[in-house]
């Protein structure tokens, strides 16, 4: 579901990165909380498999692939301090 549809529907972003192992480890803490999330990502490369990567030429490719996490917009709080790691601290 794109980010527009996520947002009409009540759900706001909690995580934006390009970073796929902060994504990952961002989700599993989401997850393992049991805060419902909804995810969304977008390749901004412009290789593509039939051209490779010859128009691509300068691209960062640490920056290729953006990474969303959406949550409820009641569970936001929590899930930042569940992303924060002090949720069990309260």
């Known amino acids: 579901m794109s980010p527009i549809l996520l947002t009409l529907f009540g759900w706001v972003?909690?995580?934006?990165t390009f970073d796929a192992a902060q994504y990952g480890a961002a989700l599993q803490t989401l997850q393992k909380e049991g805060i419902p999330c909804?995810?969304?990502t977008v390749n901004m490369s412009s290789a593509s498999r039939r051209t490779g990567t010859a128009f691509a030429v300068g691209?960062?490719?640490?920056r290729s692939i953006e990474y969303q996490i959406f949550v409820k917009k009641?569970?936001?709080p929590k899930a930042q301090l569940a992303l924060q790691g002090r949720l069990h601290n309260l």
């Open 13 to 16: 972003e909690a995580v934006c």
């Open 38 to 40: 909804r995810t969304h």
């Open 59 to 62: 691209e960062r490719t640490d």
């Open 74 to 76: 009641a569970d936001l």
